[in-house]
């Protein structure tokens, strides 16, 4: 029977429960806004308003869950963060491993140096720099919860970012740095962990209809929506947020009322959640397919709705596959961690 059906499903389940459907969701735009697209699609507003706005939703997601266990657990347990990289590493190692093959193969890759610095930018392939920024966050992300934790912290964390953005415009750094900088999603991830923290008070208020609930949301969507807008279409080149600006500090505001309505009202929805559930798995798969495999399948195909959907057919099932074949392999090492380390305090 389903809990929620049945009335006796806890609060923080179906909490989760929303935010993996919002994570498949947003995996399901990411392989989207992956596929070659034309200049004249990318144009459509459904791009910078929705689809180009997925990594975004998956750090707000990432707020949120890693909120939810720093409430459970000890945030500076080094064991822990051991665990959190072991959880990445294990899909990403075989995927590297193939990428760094395929590299000496075909003459791309010829030293160790090379190979090195490979691994540091996450390999080939659209979102390459996903796994190096989430290594980053694993650290980053104490200092974050420790901040959204206080009064005023949220605001902190803003400025956080906007510093950054700042510093990197002083000290010239090239947007191929920055992409690999997880100090540019910090606000994001921060609204997320905010989120859960406050998630009583938020939900009470938003659906009681207050006004300055309503009114803050409505800001947000203004701001962000109007950066998106003015910076997409040409009416205004940013200056110190000119990196990536349409999942920048300000285009995010645009996503936070819309998460959070999707997390309050939405219901189960077990596809999308199944997909944000096994969603690292699915990732790595889509950046070895469009990198490697999709042109042999578009030469095949002529039509756009049908790459799409074998598209996503094969990367959702084979990434599913993949990372519950990984899973063993995952907890058997997070026994040893837990007998090694947790029984011998």
Known sequence: MDKRKSGVLKEKD????????????????????????????RNNPIFPFVIDLAVPVMMFCTGCLWAIRCQEQDIYDNIRNIKKIVRLAIPYIPIFAFEVYMGFSSGNVKTLIEVLNLFVVG??????????????IIFLFPLIYGFVSRRGG??????????????KNAFYVSEETYRLCSFRYT??????????????????????????????????????GCYILITSYGFYNPIILNYWTGTSLLSTFYIIPFVLAFIC????????????????GIFLIQKVFYYYFSSF???RLNRTWKRLTINLII????????????????????????SRYFHNK
């Open 14 to 41: 179906y909490r989760i429960y929303s935010i993996d459907s919002l994570k498949g969701i947003a995996m399901i735009m990411i392989i989207i806004t992956h596929y070659s697209w034309s200049d004249n699609w």
């Open 265 to 280: 009202f939405s219901p189960r929805i077990r596809l999308f959640e199944m997909v944000g559930k096994w969603s690292w």
């Open 315 to 338: 990367i959702v099932v084979l990434g599913t596959i993949y990372e519950k074949s990984c899973l063993s392999l995952r907890k058997k090492i997070g026994k040893i961690l837990n």
């Open 187 to 224: 606000f994001v991830i921060a609204c997320g962990c905010y989120c859960y923290l406050n998630r009583n008070e938020i939900r009470n208020n938003w659906k009681s209809k207050r006004n300055s609930v309503l009114l803050g949301a409505l800001c947000m969507l203004l701001i962000g």
């Open 123 to 136: 390999g080939y392939g659209p979102g390459a720099y996903y796994f190096p920024v989430m290594i980053q």
């Open 297 to 299: 399948l578009y030469e």
């Open 154 to 167: 949220i605001i902190i964390c803003f400025y956080f970012n906007l510093l950054f953005e700042l510093c």
